[in-house]
């Protein structure tokens, strides 16, 4: 987490925050991707699907992780 926080890109992929979800990247992709066909996101912070790529907003992640609302 705390490479996360340093880091200063404004978006990350699903490799970068699988280890903190404990699940495999692999994972977040398809659970993304069956969110957004079924108009709902079951994660605590924003997902945004581009063709078949997946990214995070950083700080919407950060903030989620530390217990605040996206």
């Excluded at 699940?23 to 993304?32: D, F, K, M, R, S």
């Excluded at 079924?38 to 992780?65: C, E």
Aim: with cysteine; hydrophobic share 45%.
């Amino acid at each position: 987490m705390d490479e996360i926080k340093r880091s200063d890109k404004m978006y990350l992929i699903p490799a970068d925050i699988s280890g903190i979800l404990g699940c495999a990247a692999y994972n977040i992709n398809l659970q993304v991707k069956s969110d957004k066909e079924n108009g709902i996101n079951s994660f605590p912070f924003p997902t945004i699907l581009i063709g078949t790529r997946v990214k995070i907003p950083r700080l919407a992640f950060i903030k989620a992780m530390e217990g605040e609302i996206a």
